[in-house]
Every structure is written in structure tokens, then in C-alpha cells.
T-cell receptor
Framework: EDKVVQSPLSLVVHEGDTVTLNCSYEVTNFRSLLWYKQEKKAPTFLFML????IEKKSGRLSSILDKKELFSILNITATQTGDSAVYLCAVEADKSGSARQLTFGSGTQLTVLP | SQTIHQWPATLVQPVGSPLSLECTVEGTSNPNLYWYRQAAGRGLQLLFY??????ISSEVPQNLSASRPQDRQFILSSKKLLLSDSGFYLCAWRSGTLRIQYFGAGTRLSVL
């Protein structure tokens, strides 16, 4: 059974801090790893990673994948209160005879205090 | 551009009542469609997915069912709600070529 584990489960920091969120996975026929940000409602897409060692960057957020050690990290530098959210990691794997599916981790609740 | 609509945003239903949640996608054709449930504001559990009209796959045995009567319409139903059906339900779509799933705004269901 595919498994995605995120750590820590929750994190409280102050504005300006840098945070690192972790995601490890065990899946058969890995295709990609995705990060989403969820503020109360719909998760919004952040990054999709398919290759090891290639950093994806968007503003203060960046992410990298290690396919050998089966994990990814999401870094947020100079955090702001608007970064407060649940960050979800999901892994896509090939499953025979079915649509591409995502297996989600339980998320990391990030709270950024002013 | 593509958009996904999900309604209602919140719903309070008594135990034993029926349920119908609707999700529609605009701006794309033949999308893969998904229903998820999120309990306690955390990880998403895949309930159903569909690759085409009338094609439904269930991931978890439960009190719920899904239907896809039109290409861009996905409906989540129940004949008799249980207390354990309470949660946050999310619909998502994905095109055949992109690997990214995009989510609707969700329905918060409270069964009392």
C-alpha cells in the first residue's frame, strides 16, 4: 500500500523565520510528487517534482526531491503570516487499469506569528 | 481557462437523510474527476474517481456513491447519511495530459 508521511505535523514560527517541511514516501511505480497549500478551503498547487536534485522555486518557496532516499522538502524563507496554512504533500503513482491517483500525506499545519 | 465549481459550500443534514453534492468543470473536456474526503482538516482520502461518463471507481467501501452523468459533472450521493459521513468533501479534476489535480472549494458536511 502506498504511503506518504509528512513531518512535523504542526509548526509554529515567527515572521521572518525559515521553515523546512518534510515528506517521505513509499510507493510503487512513482511518477511525481506534488505540494499543495491549503488555507481553509481548496488546496492550491505549489510544485510538482519528478526528477531528483532539481530545485523548484517560486518566490520564497522552494522544493526538492530525492528519489533515492524517497523524500522531498519544502522550504519557506522569510515567513509571513500569510504563509499560515496546511501544507500537503501528495505522490502520484502508476496503477494499472486506473486513472492516475494521488496519495496524500496528513499535512503540516504551519502557523506564522507576527 | 478551466474552472471547477462545487456546491453547496456548507451543509447540515440529519442522520438518515439523503445527500447530493455536485461538482462541475468548465473549460476542458474529458477530464479525470475525483471526490476526496478530508477529516479533521488534514490528509485527503480518495473516495471515487472517474475517467469518463458513467465510469466510476471506488477506492473505499462506504455509505456513499458517485455518478458522472455528463462529461464535466460529478455527483456524490448517499441514500442515508451516517454521523461518520461528516467531513470536508473536495472535488478535483485533472486533464489527461497534465499530472496536476485542481480542487474545488469544498463542501463542509455536518451530519447531526
Amino acid at each position: 500500500e502506498d504511503k506518504v508521511v509528512q513531518s512535523p505535523l504542526s509548526l509554529v514560527v515567527h515572521e521572518g523565520d525559515t521553515v523546512t517541511l518534510n515528506c517521505s514516501y513509499e510507493v510503487t511505480n512513482f511518477r511525481s510528487l506534488l505540494w499543495y497549500k491549503q488555507e481553509k478551503k481548496a488546496p492550491t498547487f505549489l510544485f510538482m517534482l519528478t526528477s531528483s536534485g532539481i530545485e523548484k522555486k517560486s518566490g520564497r518557496l522552494s522544493s526538492i526531491l530525492d528519489k533515492k532516499e524517497l523524500f522531498s522538502i519544502l522550504n519557506i524563507t522569510a515567513t509571513q503570516t500569510g504563509d499560515s496554512a496546511v501544507y500537503l504533500c501528495a505522490v502520484e503513482a502508476d496503477k494499472s487499469g486506473s486513472a492516475r491517483q494521488l496519495t496524500f500525506g496528513s499535512g503540516t499545519q504551519l502557523t506564522v506569528l507576527p | 481557462s478551466q474552472t471547477i465549481h462545487q456546491w453547496p459550500a456548507t451543509l447540515v443534514q440529519p442522520v438518515g437523510s439523503p445527500l447530493s453534492l455536485e461538482c462541475t468543470v468548465e473549460g476542458t473536456s474529458n477530464p479525470n474527476l475525483y471526490w476526496y474526503r478530508q477529516a479533521a482538516g488534514r490528509g485527503l482520502q480518495l473516495l471515487f474517481y472517474s475517467v469518463g461518463i458513467g465510469q466510476i471507481s471506488s477506492e473505499v467501501p462506504q455509505n456513499l456513491s458517485a455518478s458522472r452523468p455528463q462529461d464535466r459533472q460529478f455527483i456524490l450521493s448517499s441514500k442515508k447519511l451516517l454521523l461518520s459521513d461528516s467531513g470536508f468533501y473536495l472535488c478535483a479534476w485533472r486533464s489527461g495530459t497534465l499530472r496536476i489535480q485542481y480542487f474545488g472549494a469544498g463542501t463542509r458536511l455536518s451530519v447531526l
